[in-house]
């Protein structure tokens, strides 16, 4: 039940690192990073999802509600560094038809 998120902007590109479960408790921790850069207009934030082993329809809603922000202000949100699994409920759900999907890991740690 461990999220880590690290947050680093690199020529204008807000990234998120995220490493962990995502789930009804950790959940809020992202909304809580991921909706303010969303706000910023014309701002690009990628998510990057290659630390993170699980993910619920808990986590798949803040993605929502990012995406949302993003429609609303001007801002772009990107996903990347989909892990297997994580990926199948994105496409079970319809969701990677929503969102721009980056299959390659640019951000994040190394």
């Known amino acids: 039940m461990n999220l880590e998120i690290e947050h680093k902007e690199v020529n204008g590109i807000q990234t998120l690192a995220v490493t962990g479960e995502i789930d009804a408790y950790t959940a809020s921790q ?13 701002a690009v ?4 999802l290659s630390g993170v082993d699980y993910m619920d329809s808990t986590g798949l809603g803040v993605f929502v509600a990012g995406l949302k ?12 560094g989909l892990t297997p699994r ?3 409920l994105f496409n079970i759900t319809g969701l990677s038809e929503k969102f721009e999907m980056d299959r390659e890991v640019k951000g994040g740690t190394t």
Do not use: F
């Open 30 to 42: 992202l909304r809580k990073q991921l909706l303010p850069l969303t706000e910023e207009q014309g």
């Open 45 to 48: 934030v990628t998510v990057d």
């Open 69 to 80: 922000s993003t429609k609303k202000h001007g801002s772009r949100l990107v996903i990347q």
């Open 86 to 88: 994580v990926e199948r």
